[in-house]
């Protein structure tokens, strides 16, 4: 069995792209589903639960995940990037896996709570969770990689290394 080859430097900011926006694209898709081939506020007219239990989950999950977000990418990158300063040879081609690794990994989290909030809506028919789940997609295409999201953060990461 080979190696796979490393994302280089220059196509990871694409190659982010196309990772996240298919993250985002299975939530979109699901929420189709959910809202229109199901449509779950047409089955007889179904009233949210008084107790809702899971949308109240969801919401939670929602808000977890955004600070986790803002917590457990930094974390994973701040372990490889100094094994990627302590091997020396070009920063750019070091820190490119560990940029697609904690942009994947920021995202994922993101798009879990977002399917979370749509089962809710499903069960519960209650418009909170649908809400939690928009808010996920919207955070995600707010923070949506680029290459030059790229360049900006290994330029932070040699300027804070200096």
């Known amino acids: 069995m080979t190696a796979q080859p490393q994302v280089g430097a220059d196509q990871v900011g694409r190659m982010s792209q196309i990772i996240v926006g298919a993250l985002m694209m299975g939530?979109?898709?699901f929420g189709v589903v959910v809202l229109v081939v199901i449509n779950p506020g047409?089955?007889?007219?179904a009233k949210p639960p008084e107790q809702p239990i899971l949308t109240w989950m969801a919401a939670g999950m929602a808000a977890v995940m955004l600070g986790t977000r803002a917590v457990v990418p930094g974390v994973i990158a701040s372990v490889a990037t100094k094994q990627a300063l302590a091997s020396g040879g070009d920063l750019r081609e070091s820190l490119a896996p560990v940029y697609q690794t904690?942009?994947?990994?920021?995202n994922a989290m993101l798009e879990g709570a977002?399917?979370?909030?749509?089962?809710?809506y499903l069960i519960e028919h209650?418009?909170?969770?649908l809400c939690a789940a928009g808010a996920?997609?919207?955070v995600m295409a707010a923070t949506f990689p680029s290459q030059g999201q790229f360049e900006q953060w290994v330029d932070q990461t040699r300027r804070s290394q200096e």
């Not at 047409?42 to 007219?45: D, R």
């Not at 209650?126 to 969770?129: K, L």
Request: hydrophobic residues 65%; glycine residues 16%; proline residues 0%.
């Open 126 to 129: 209650n418009w909170i969770s």
């Open 114 to 120: 977002a399917f979370f909030g749509l089962v809710s």
């Open 136 to 138: 996920m997609l919207v």
């Open 102 to 106: 904690k942009t994947i990994i920021g």
């Open 42 to 45: 047409a089955a007889g007219g």
């Open 27 to 29: 939530v979109v898709m």
